[in-house]
């Protein structure tokens, strides 16, 4: 039996705490699940706005990613155990390698080969498993090494897309879906998949504006980039279908959006409920 959708949003800015309020309530009031915070310098700190909008409305937060090679497992693990207390249970714990050298060298922090990157994220994964059993994790990424962690130890896993079609791989997508069922063999049917939407129209015009797809895929054309996975065109109704087709392809329930498609995006929620 197919899973039931869930949504997340993501927050990249907070002007004031009453402002941060606001938006949390608006998207709960919308029918997202799940408010994320990113992890990068420069954006909001993530463990404080989590708290925050937890008390704010009866909505899940999580973080959408953290950056594992920023903690040790266990001062991020005391962290994890504080929120998920303070926010009675409601932390889902997105993590990843990491992977923007210049925040590394801002924070006076080695930037660790991919290799140690990748066998952090295992050891942190497996190190607050262990110590917070009741946090549900997300694992994102698209290569094999963080996909065959994320196929034996995460509960839910963040695709981004797969990559531009090729000739010898027409779709990305499915062939990371393939992989991550082949390595998490009887766990499969335990796993959430999430994805990542890059794109969605934001006025009546049904055409998404492309810029964040783009900055993945610099080189592609408008053609391609619509063609994604990650992208969603048409109406609301389009759109909803769309997704319906994605569950049953890529068998993806969660779908996360940006705040600034929040409005919108909530037509494409509730035609899907």
Known sequence: MARDFRFGIGLRTIKSADRLR???????????????????????????????????ADIRVGTFVLNAAFYSPALLTRDVQAVD??????????????????????????????????????DTTIYVKKSAPTVPILIAGNGDRVLRIAARHADIIGFTGGGLPTPENPDPMAERVDFVRAEAENRCSEIEFNLAITAV???HSGIPDLNLTRAYFSGATDEQLLALPTVLKGSPEEMADTLRSHRERYGTTYFTVQDYHGEHFAHVINALR
């Open 85 to 122: 207390v303070l926010t009675n249970g409601r932390l889902e714990l997105g993590l990843g390698t990491g992977y923007v050298r210049e925040e590394f060298d801002i924070a006076g922090i080695p930037y660790p080969s991919a290799g140690e990157r990748v066998q952090h994220l295992r």
């Open 22 to 56: 606001e938006k949390v309530r608006r998207f709960a009031d919308l029918g997202y699940d799940v408010v994320h915070v990113p992890d990068h310098l420069g954006a909001p700190a993530p463990f404080p706005t989590m708290v925050a909008a937890a008390h704010a």
């Open 201 to 203: 129209p934001t006025d």
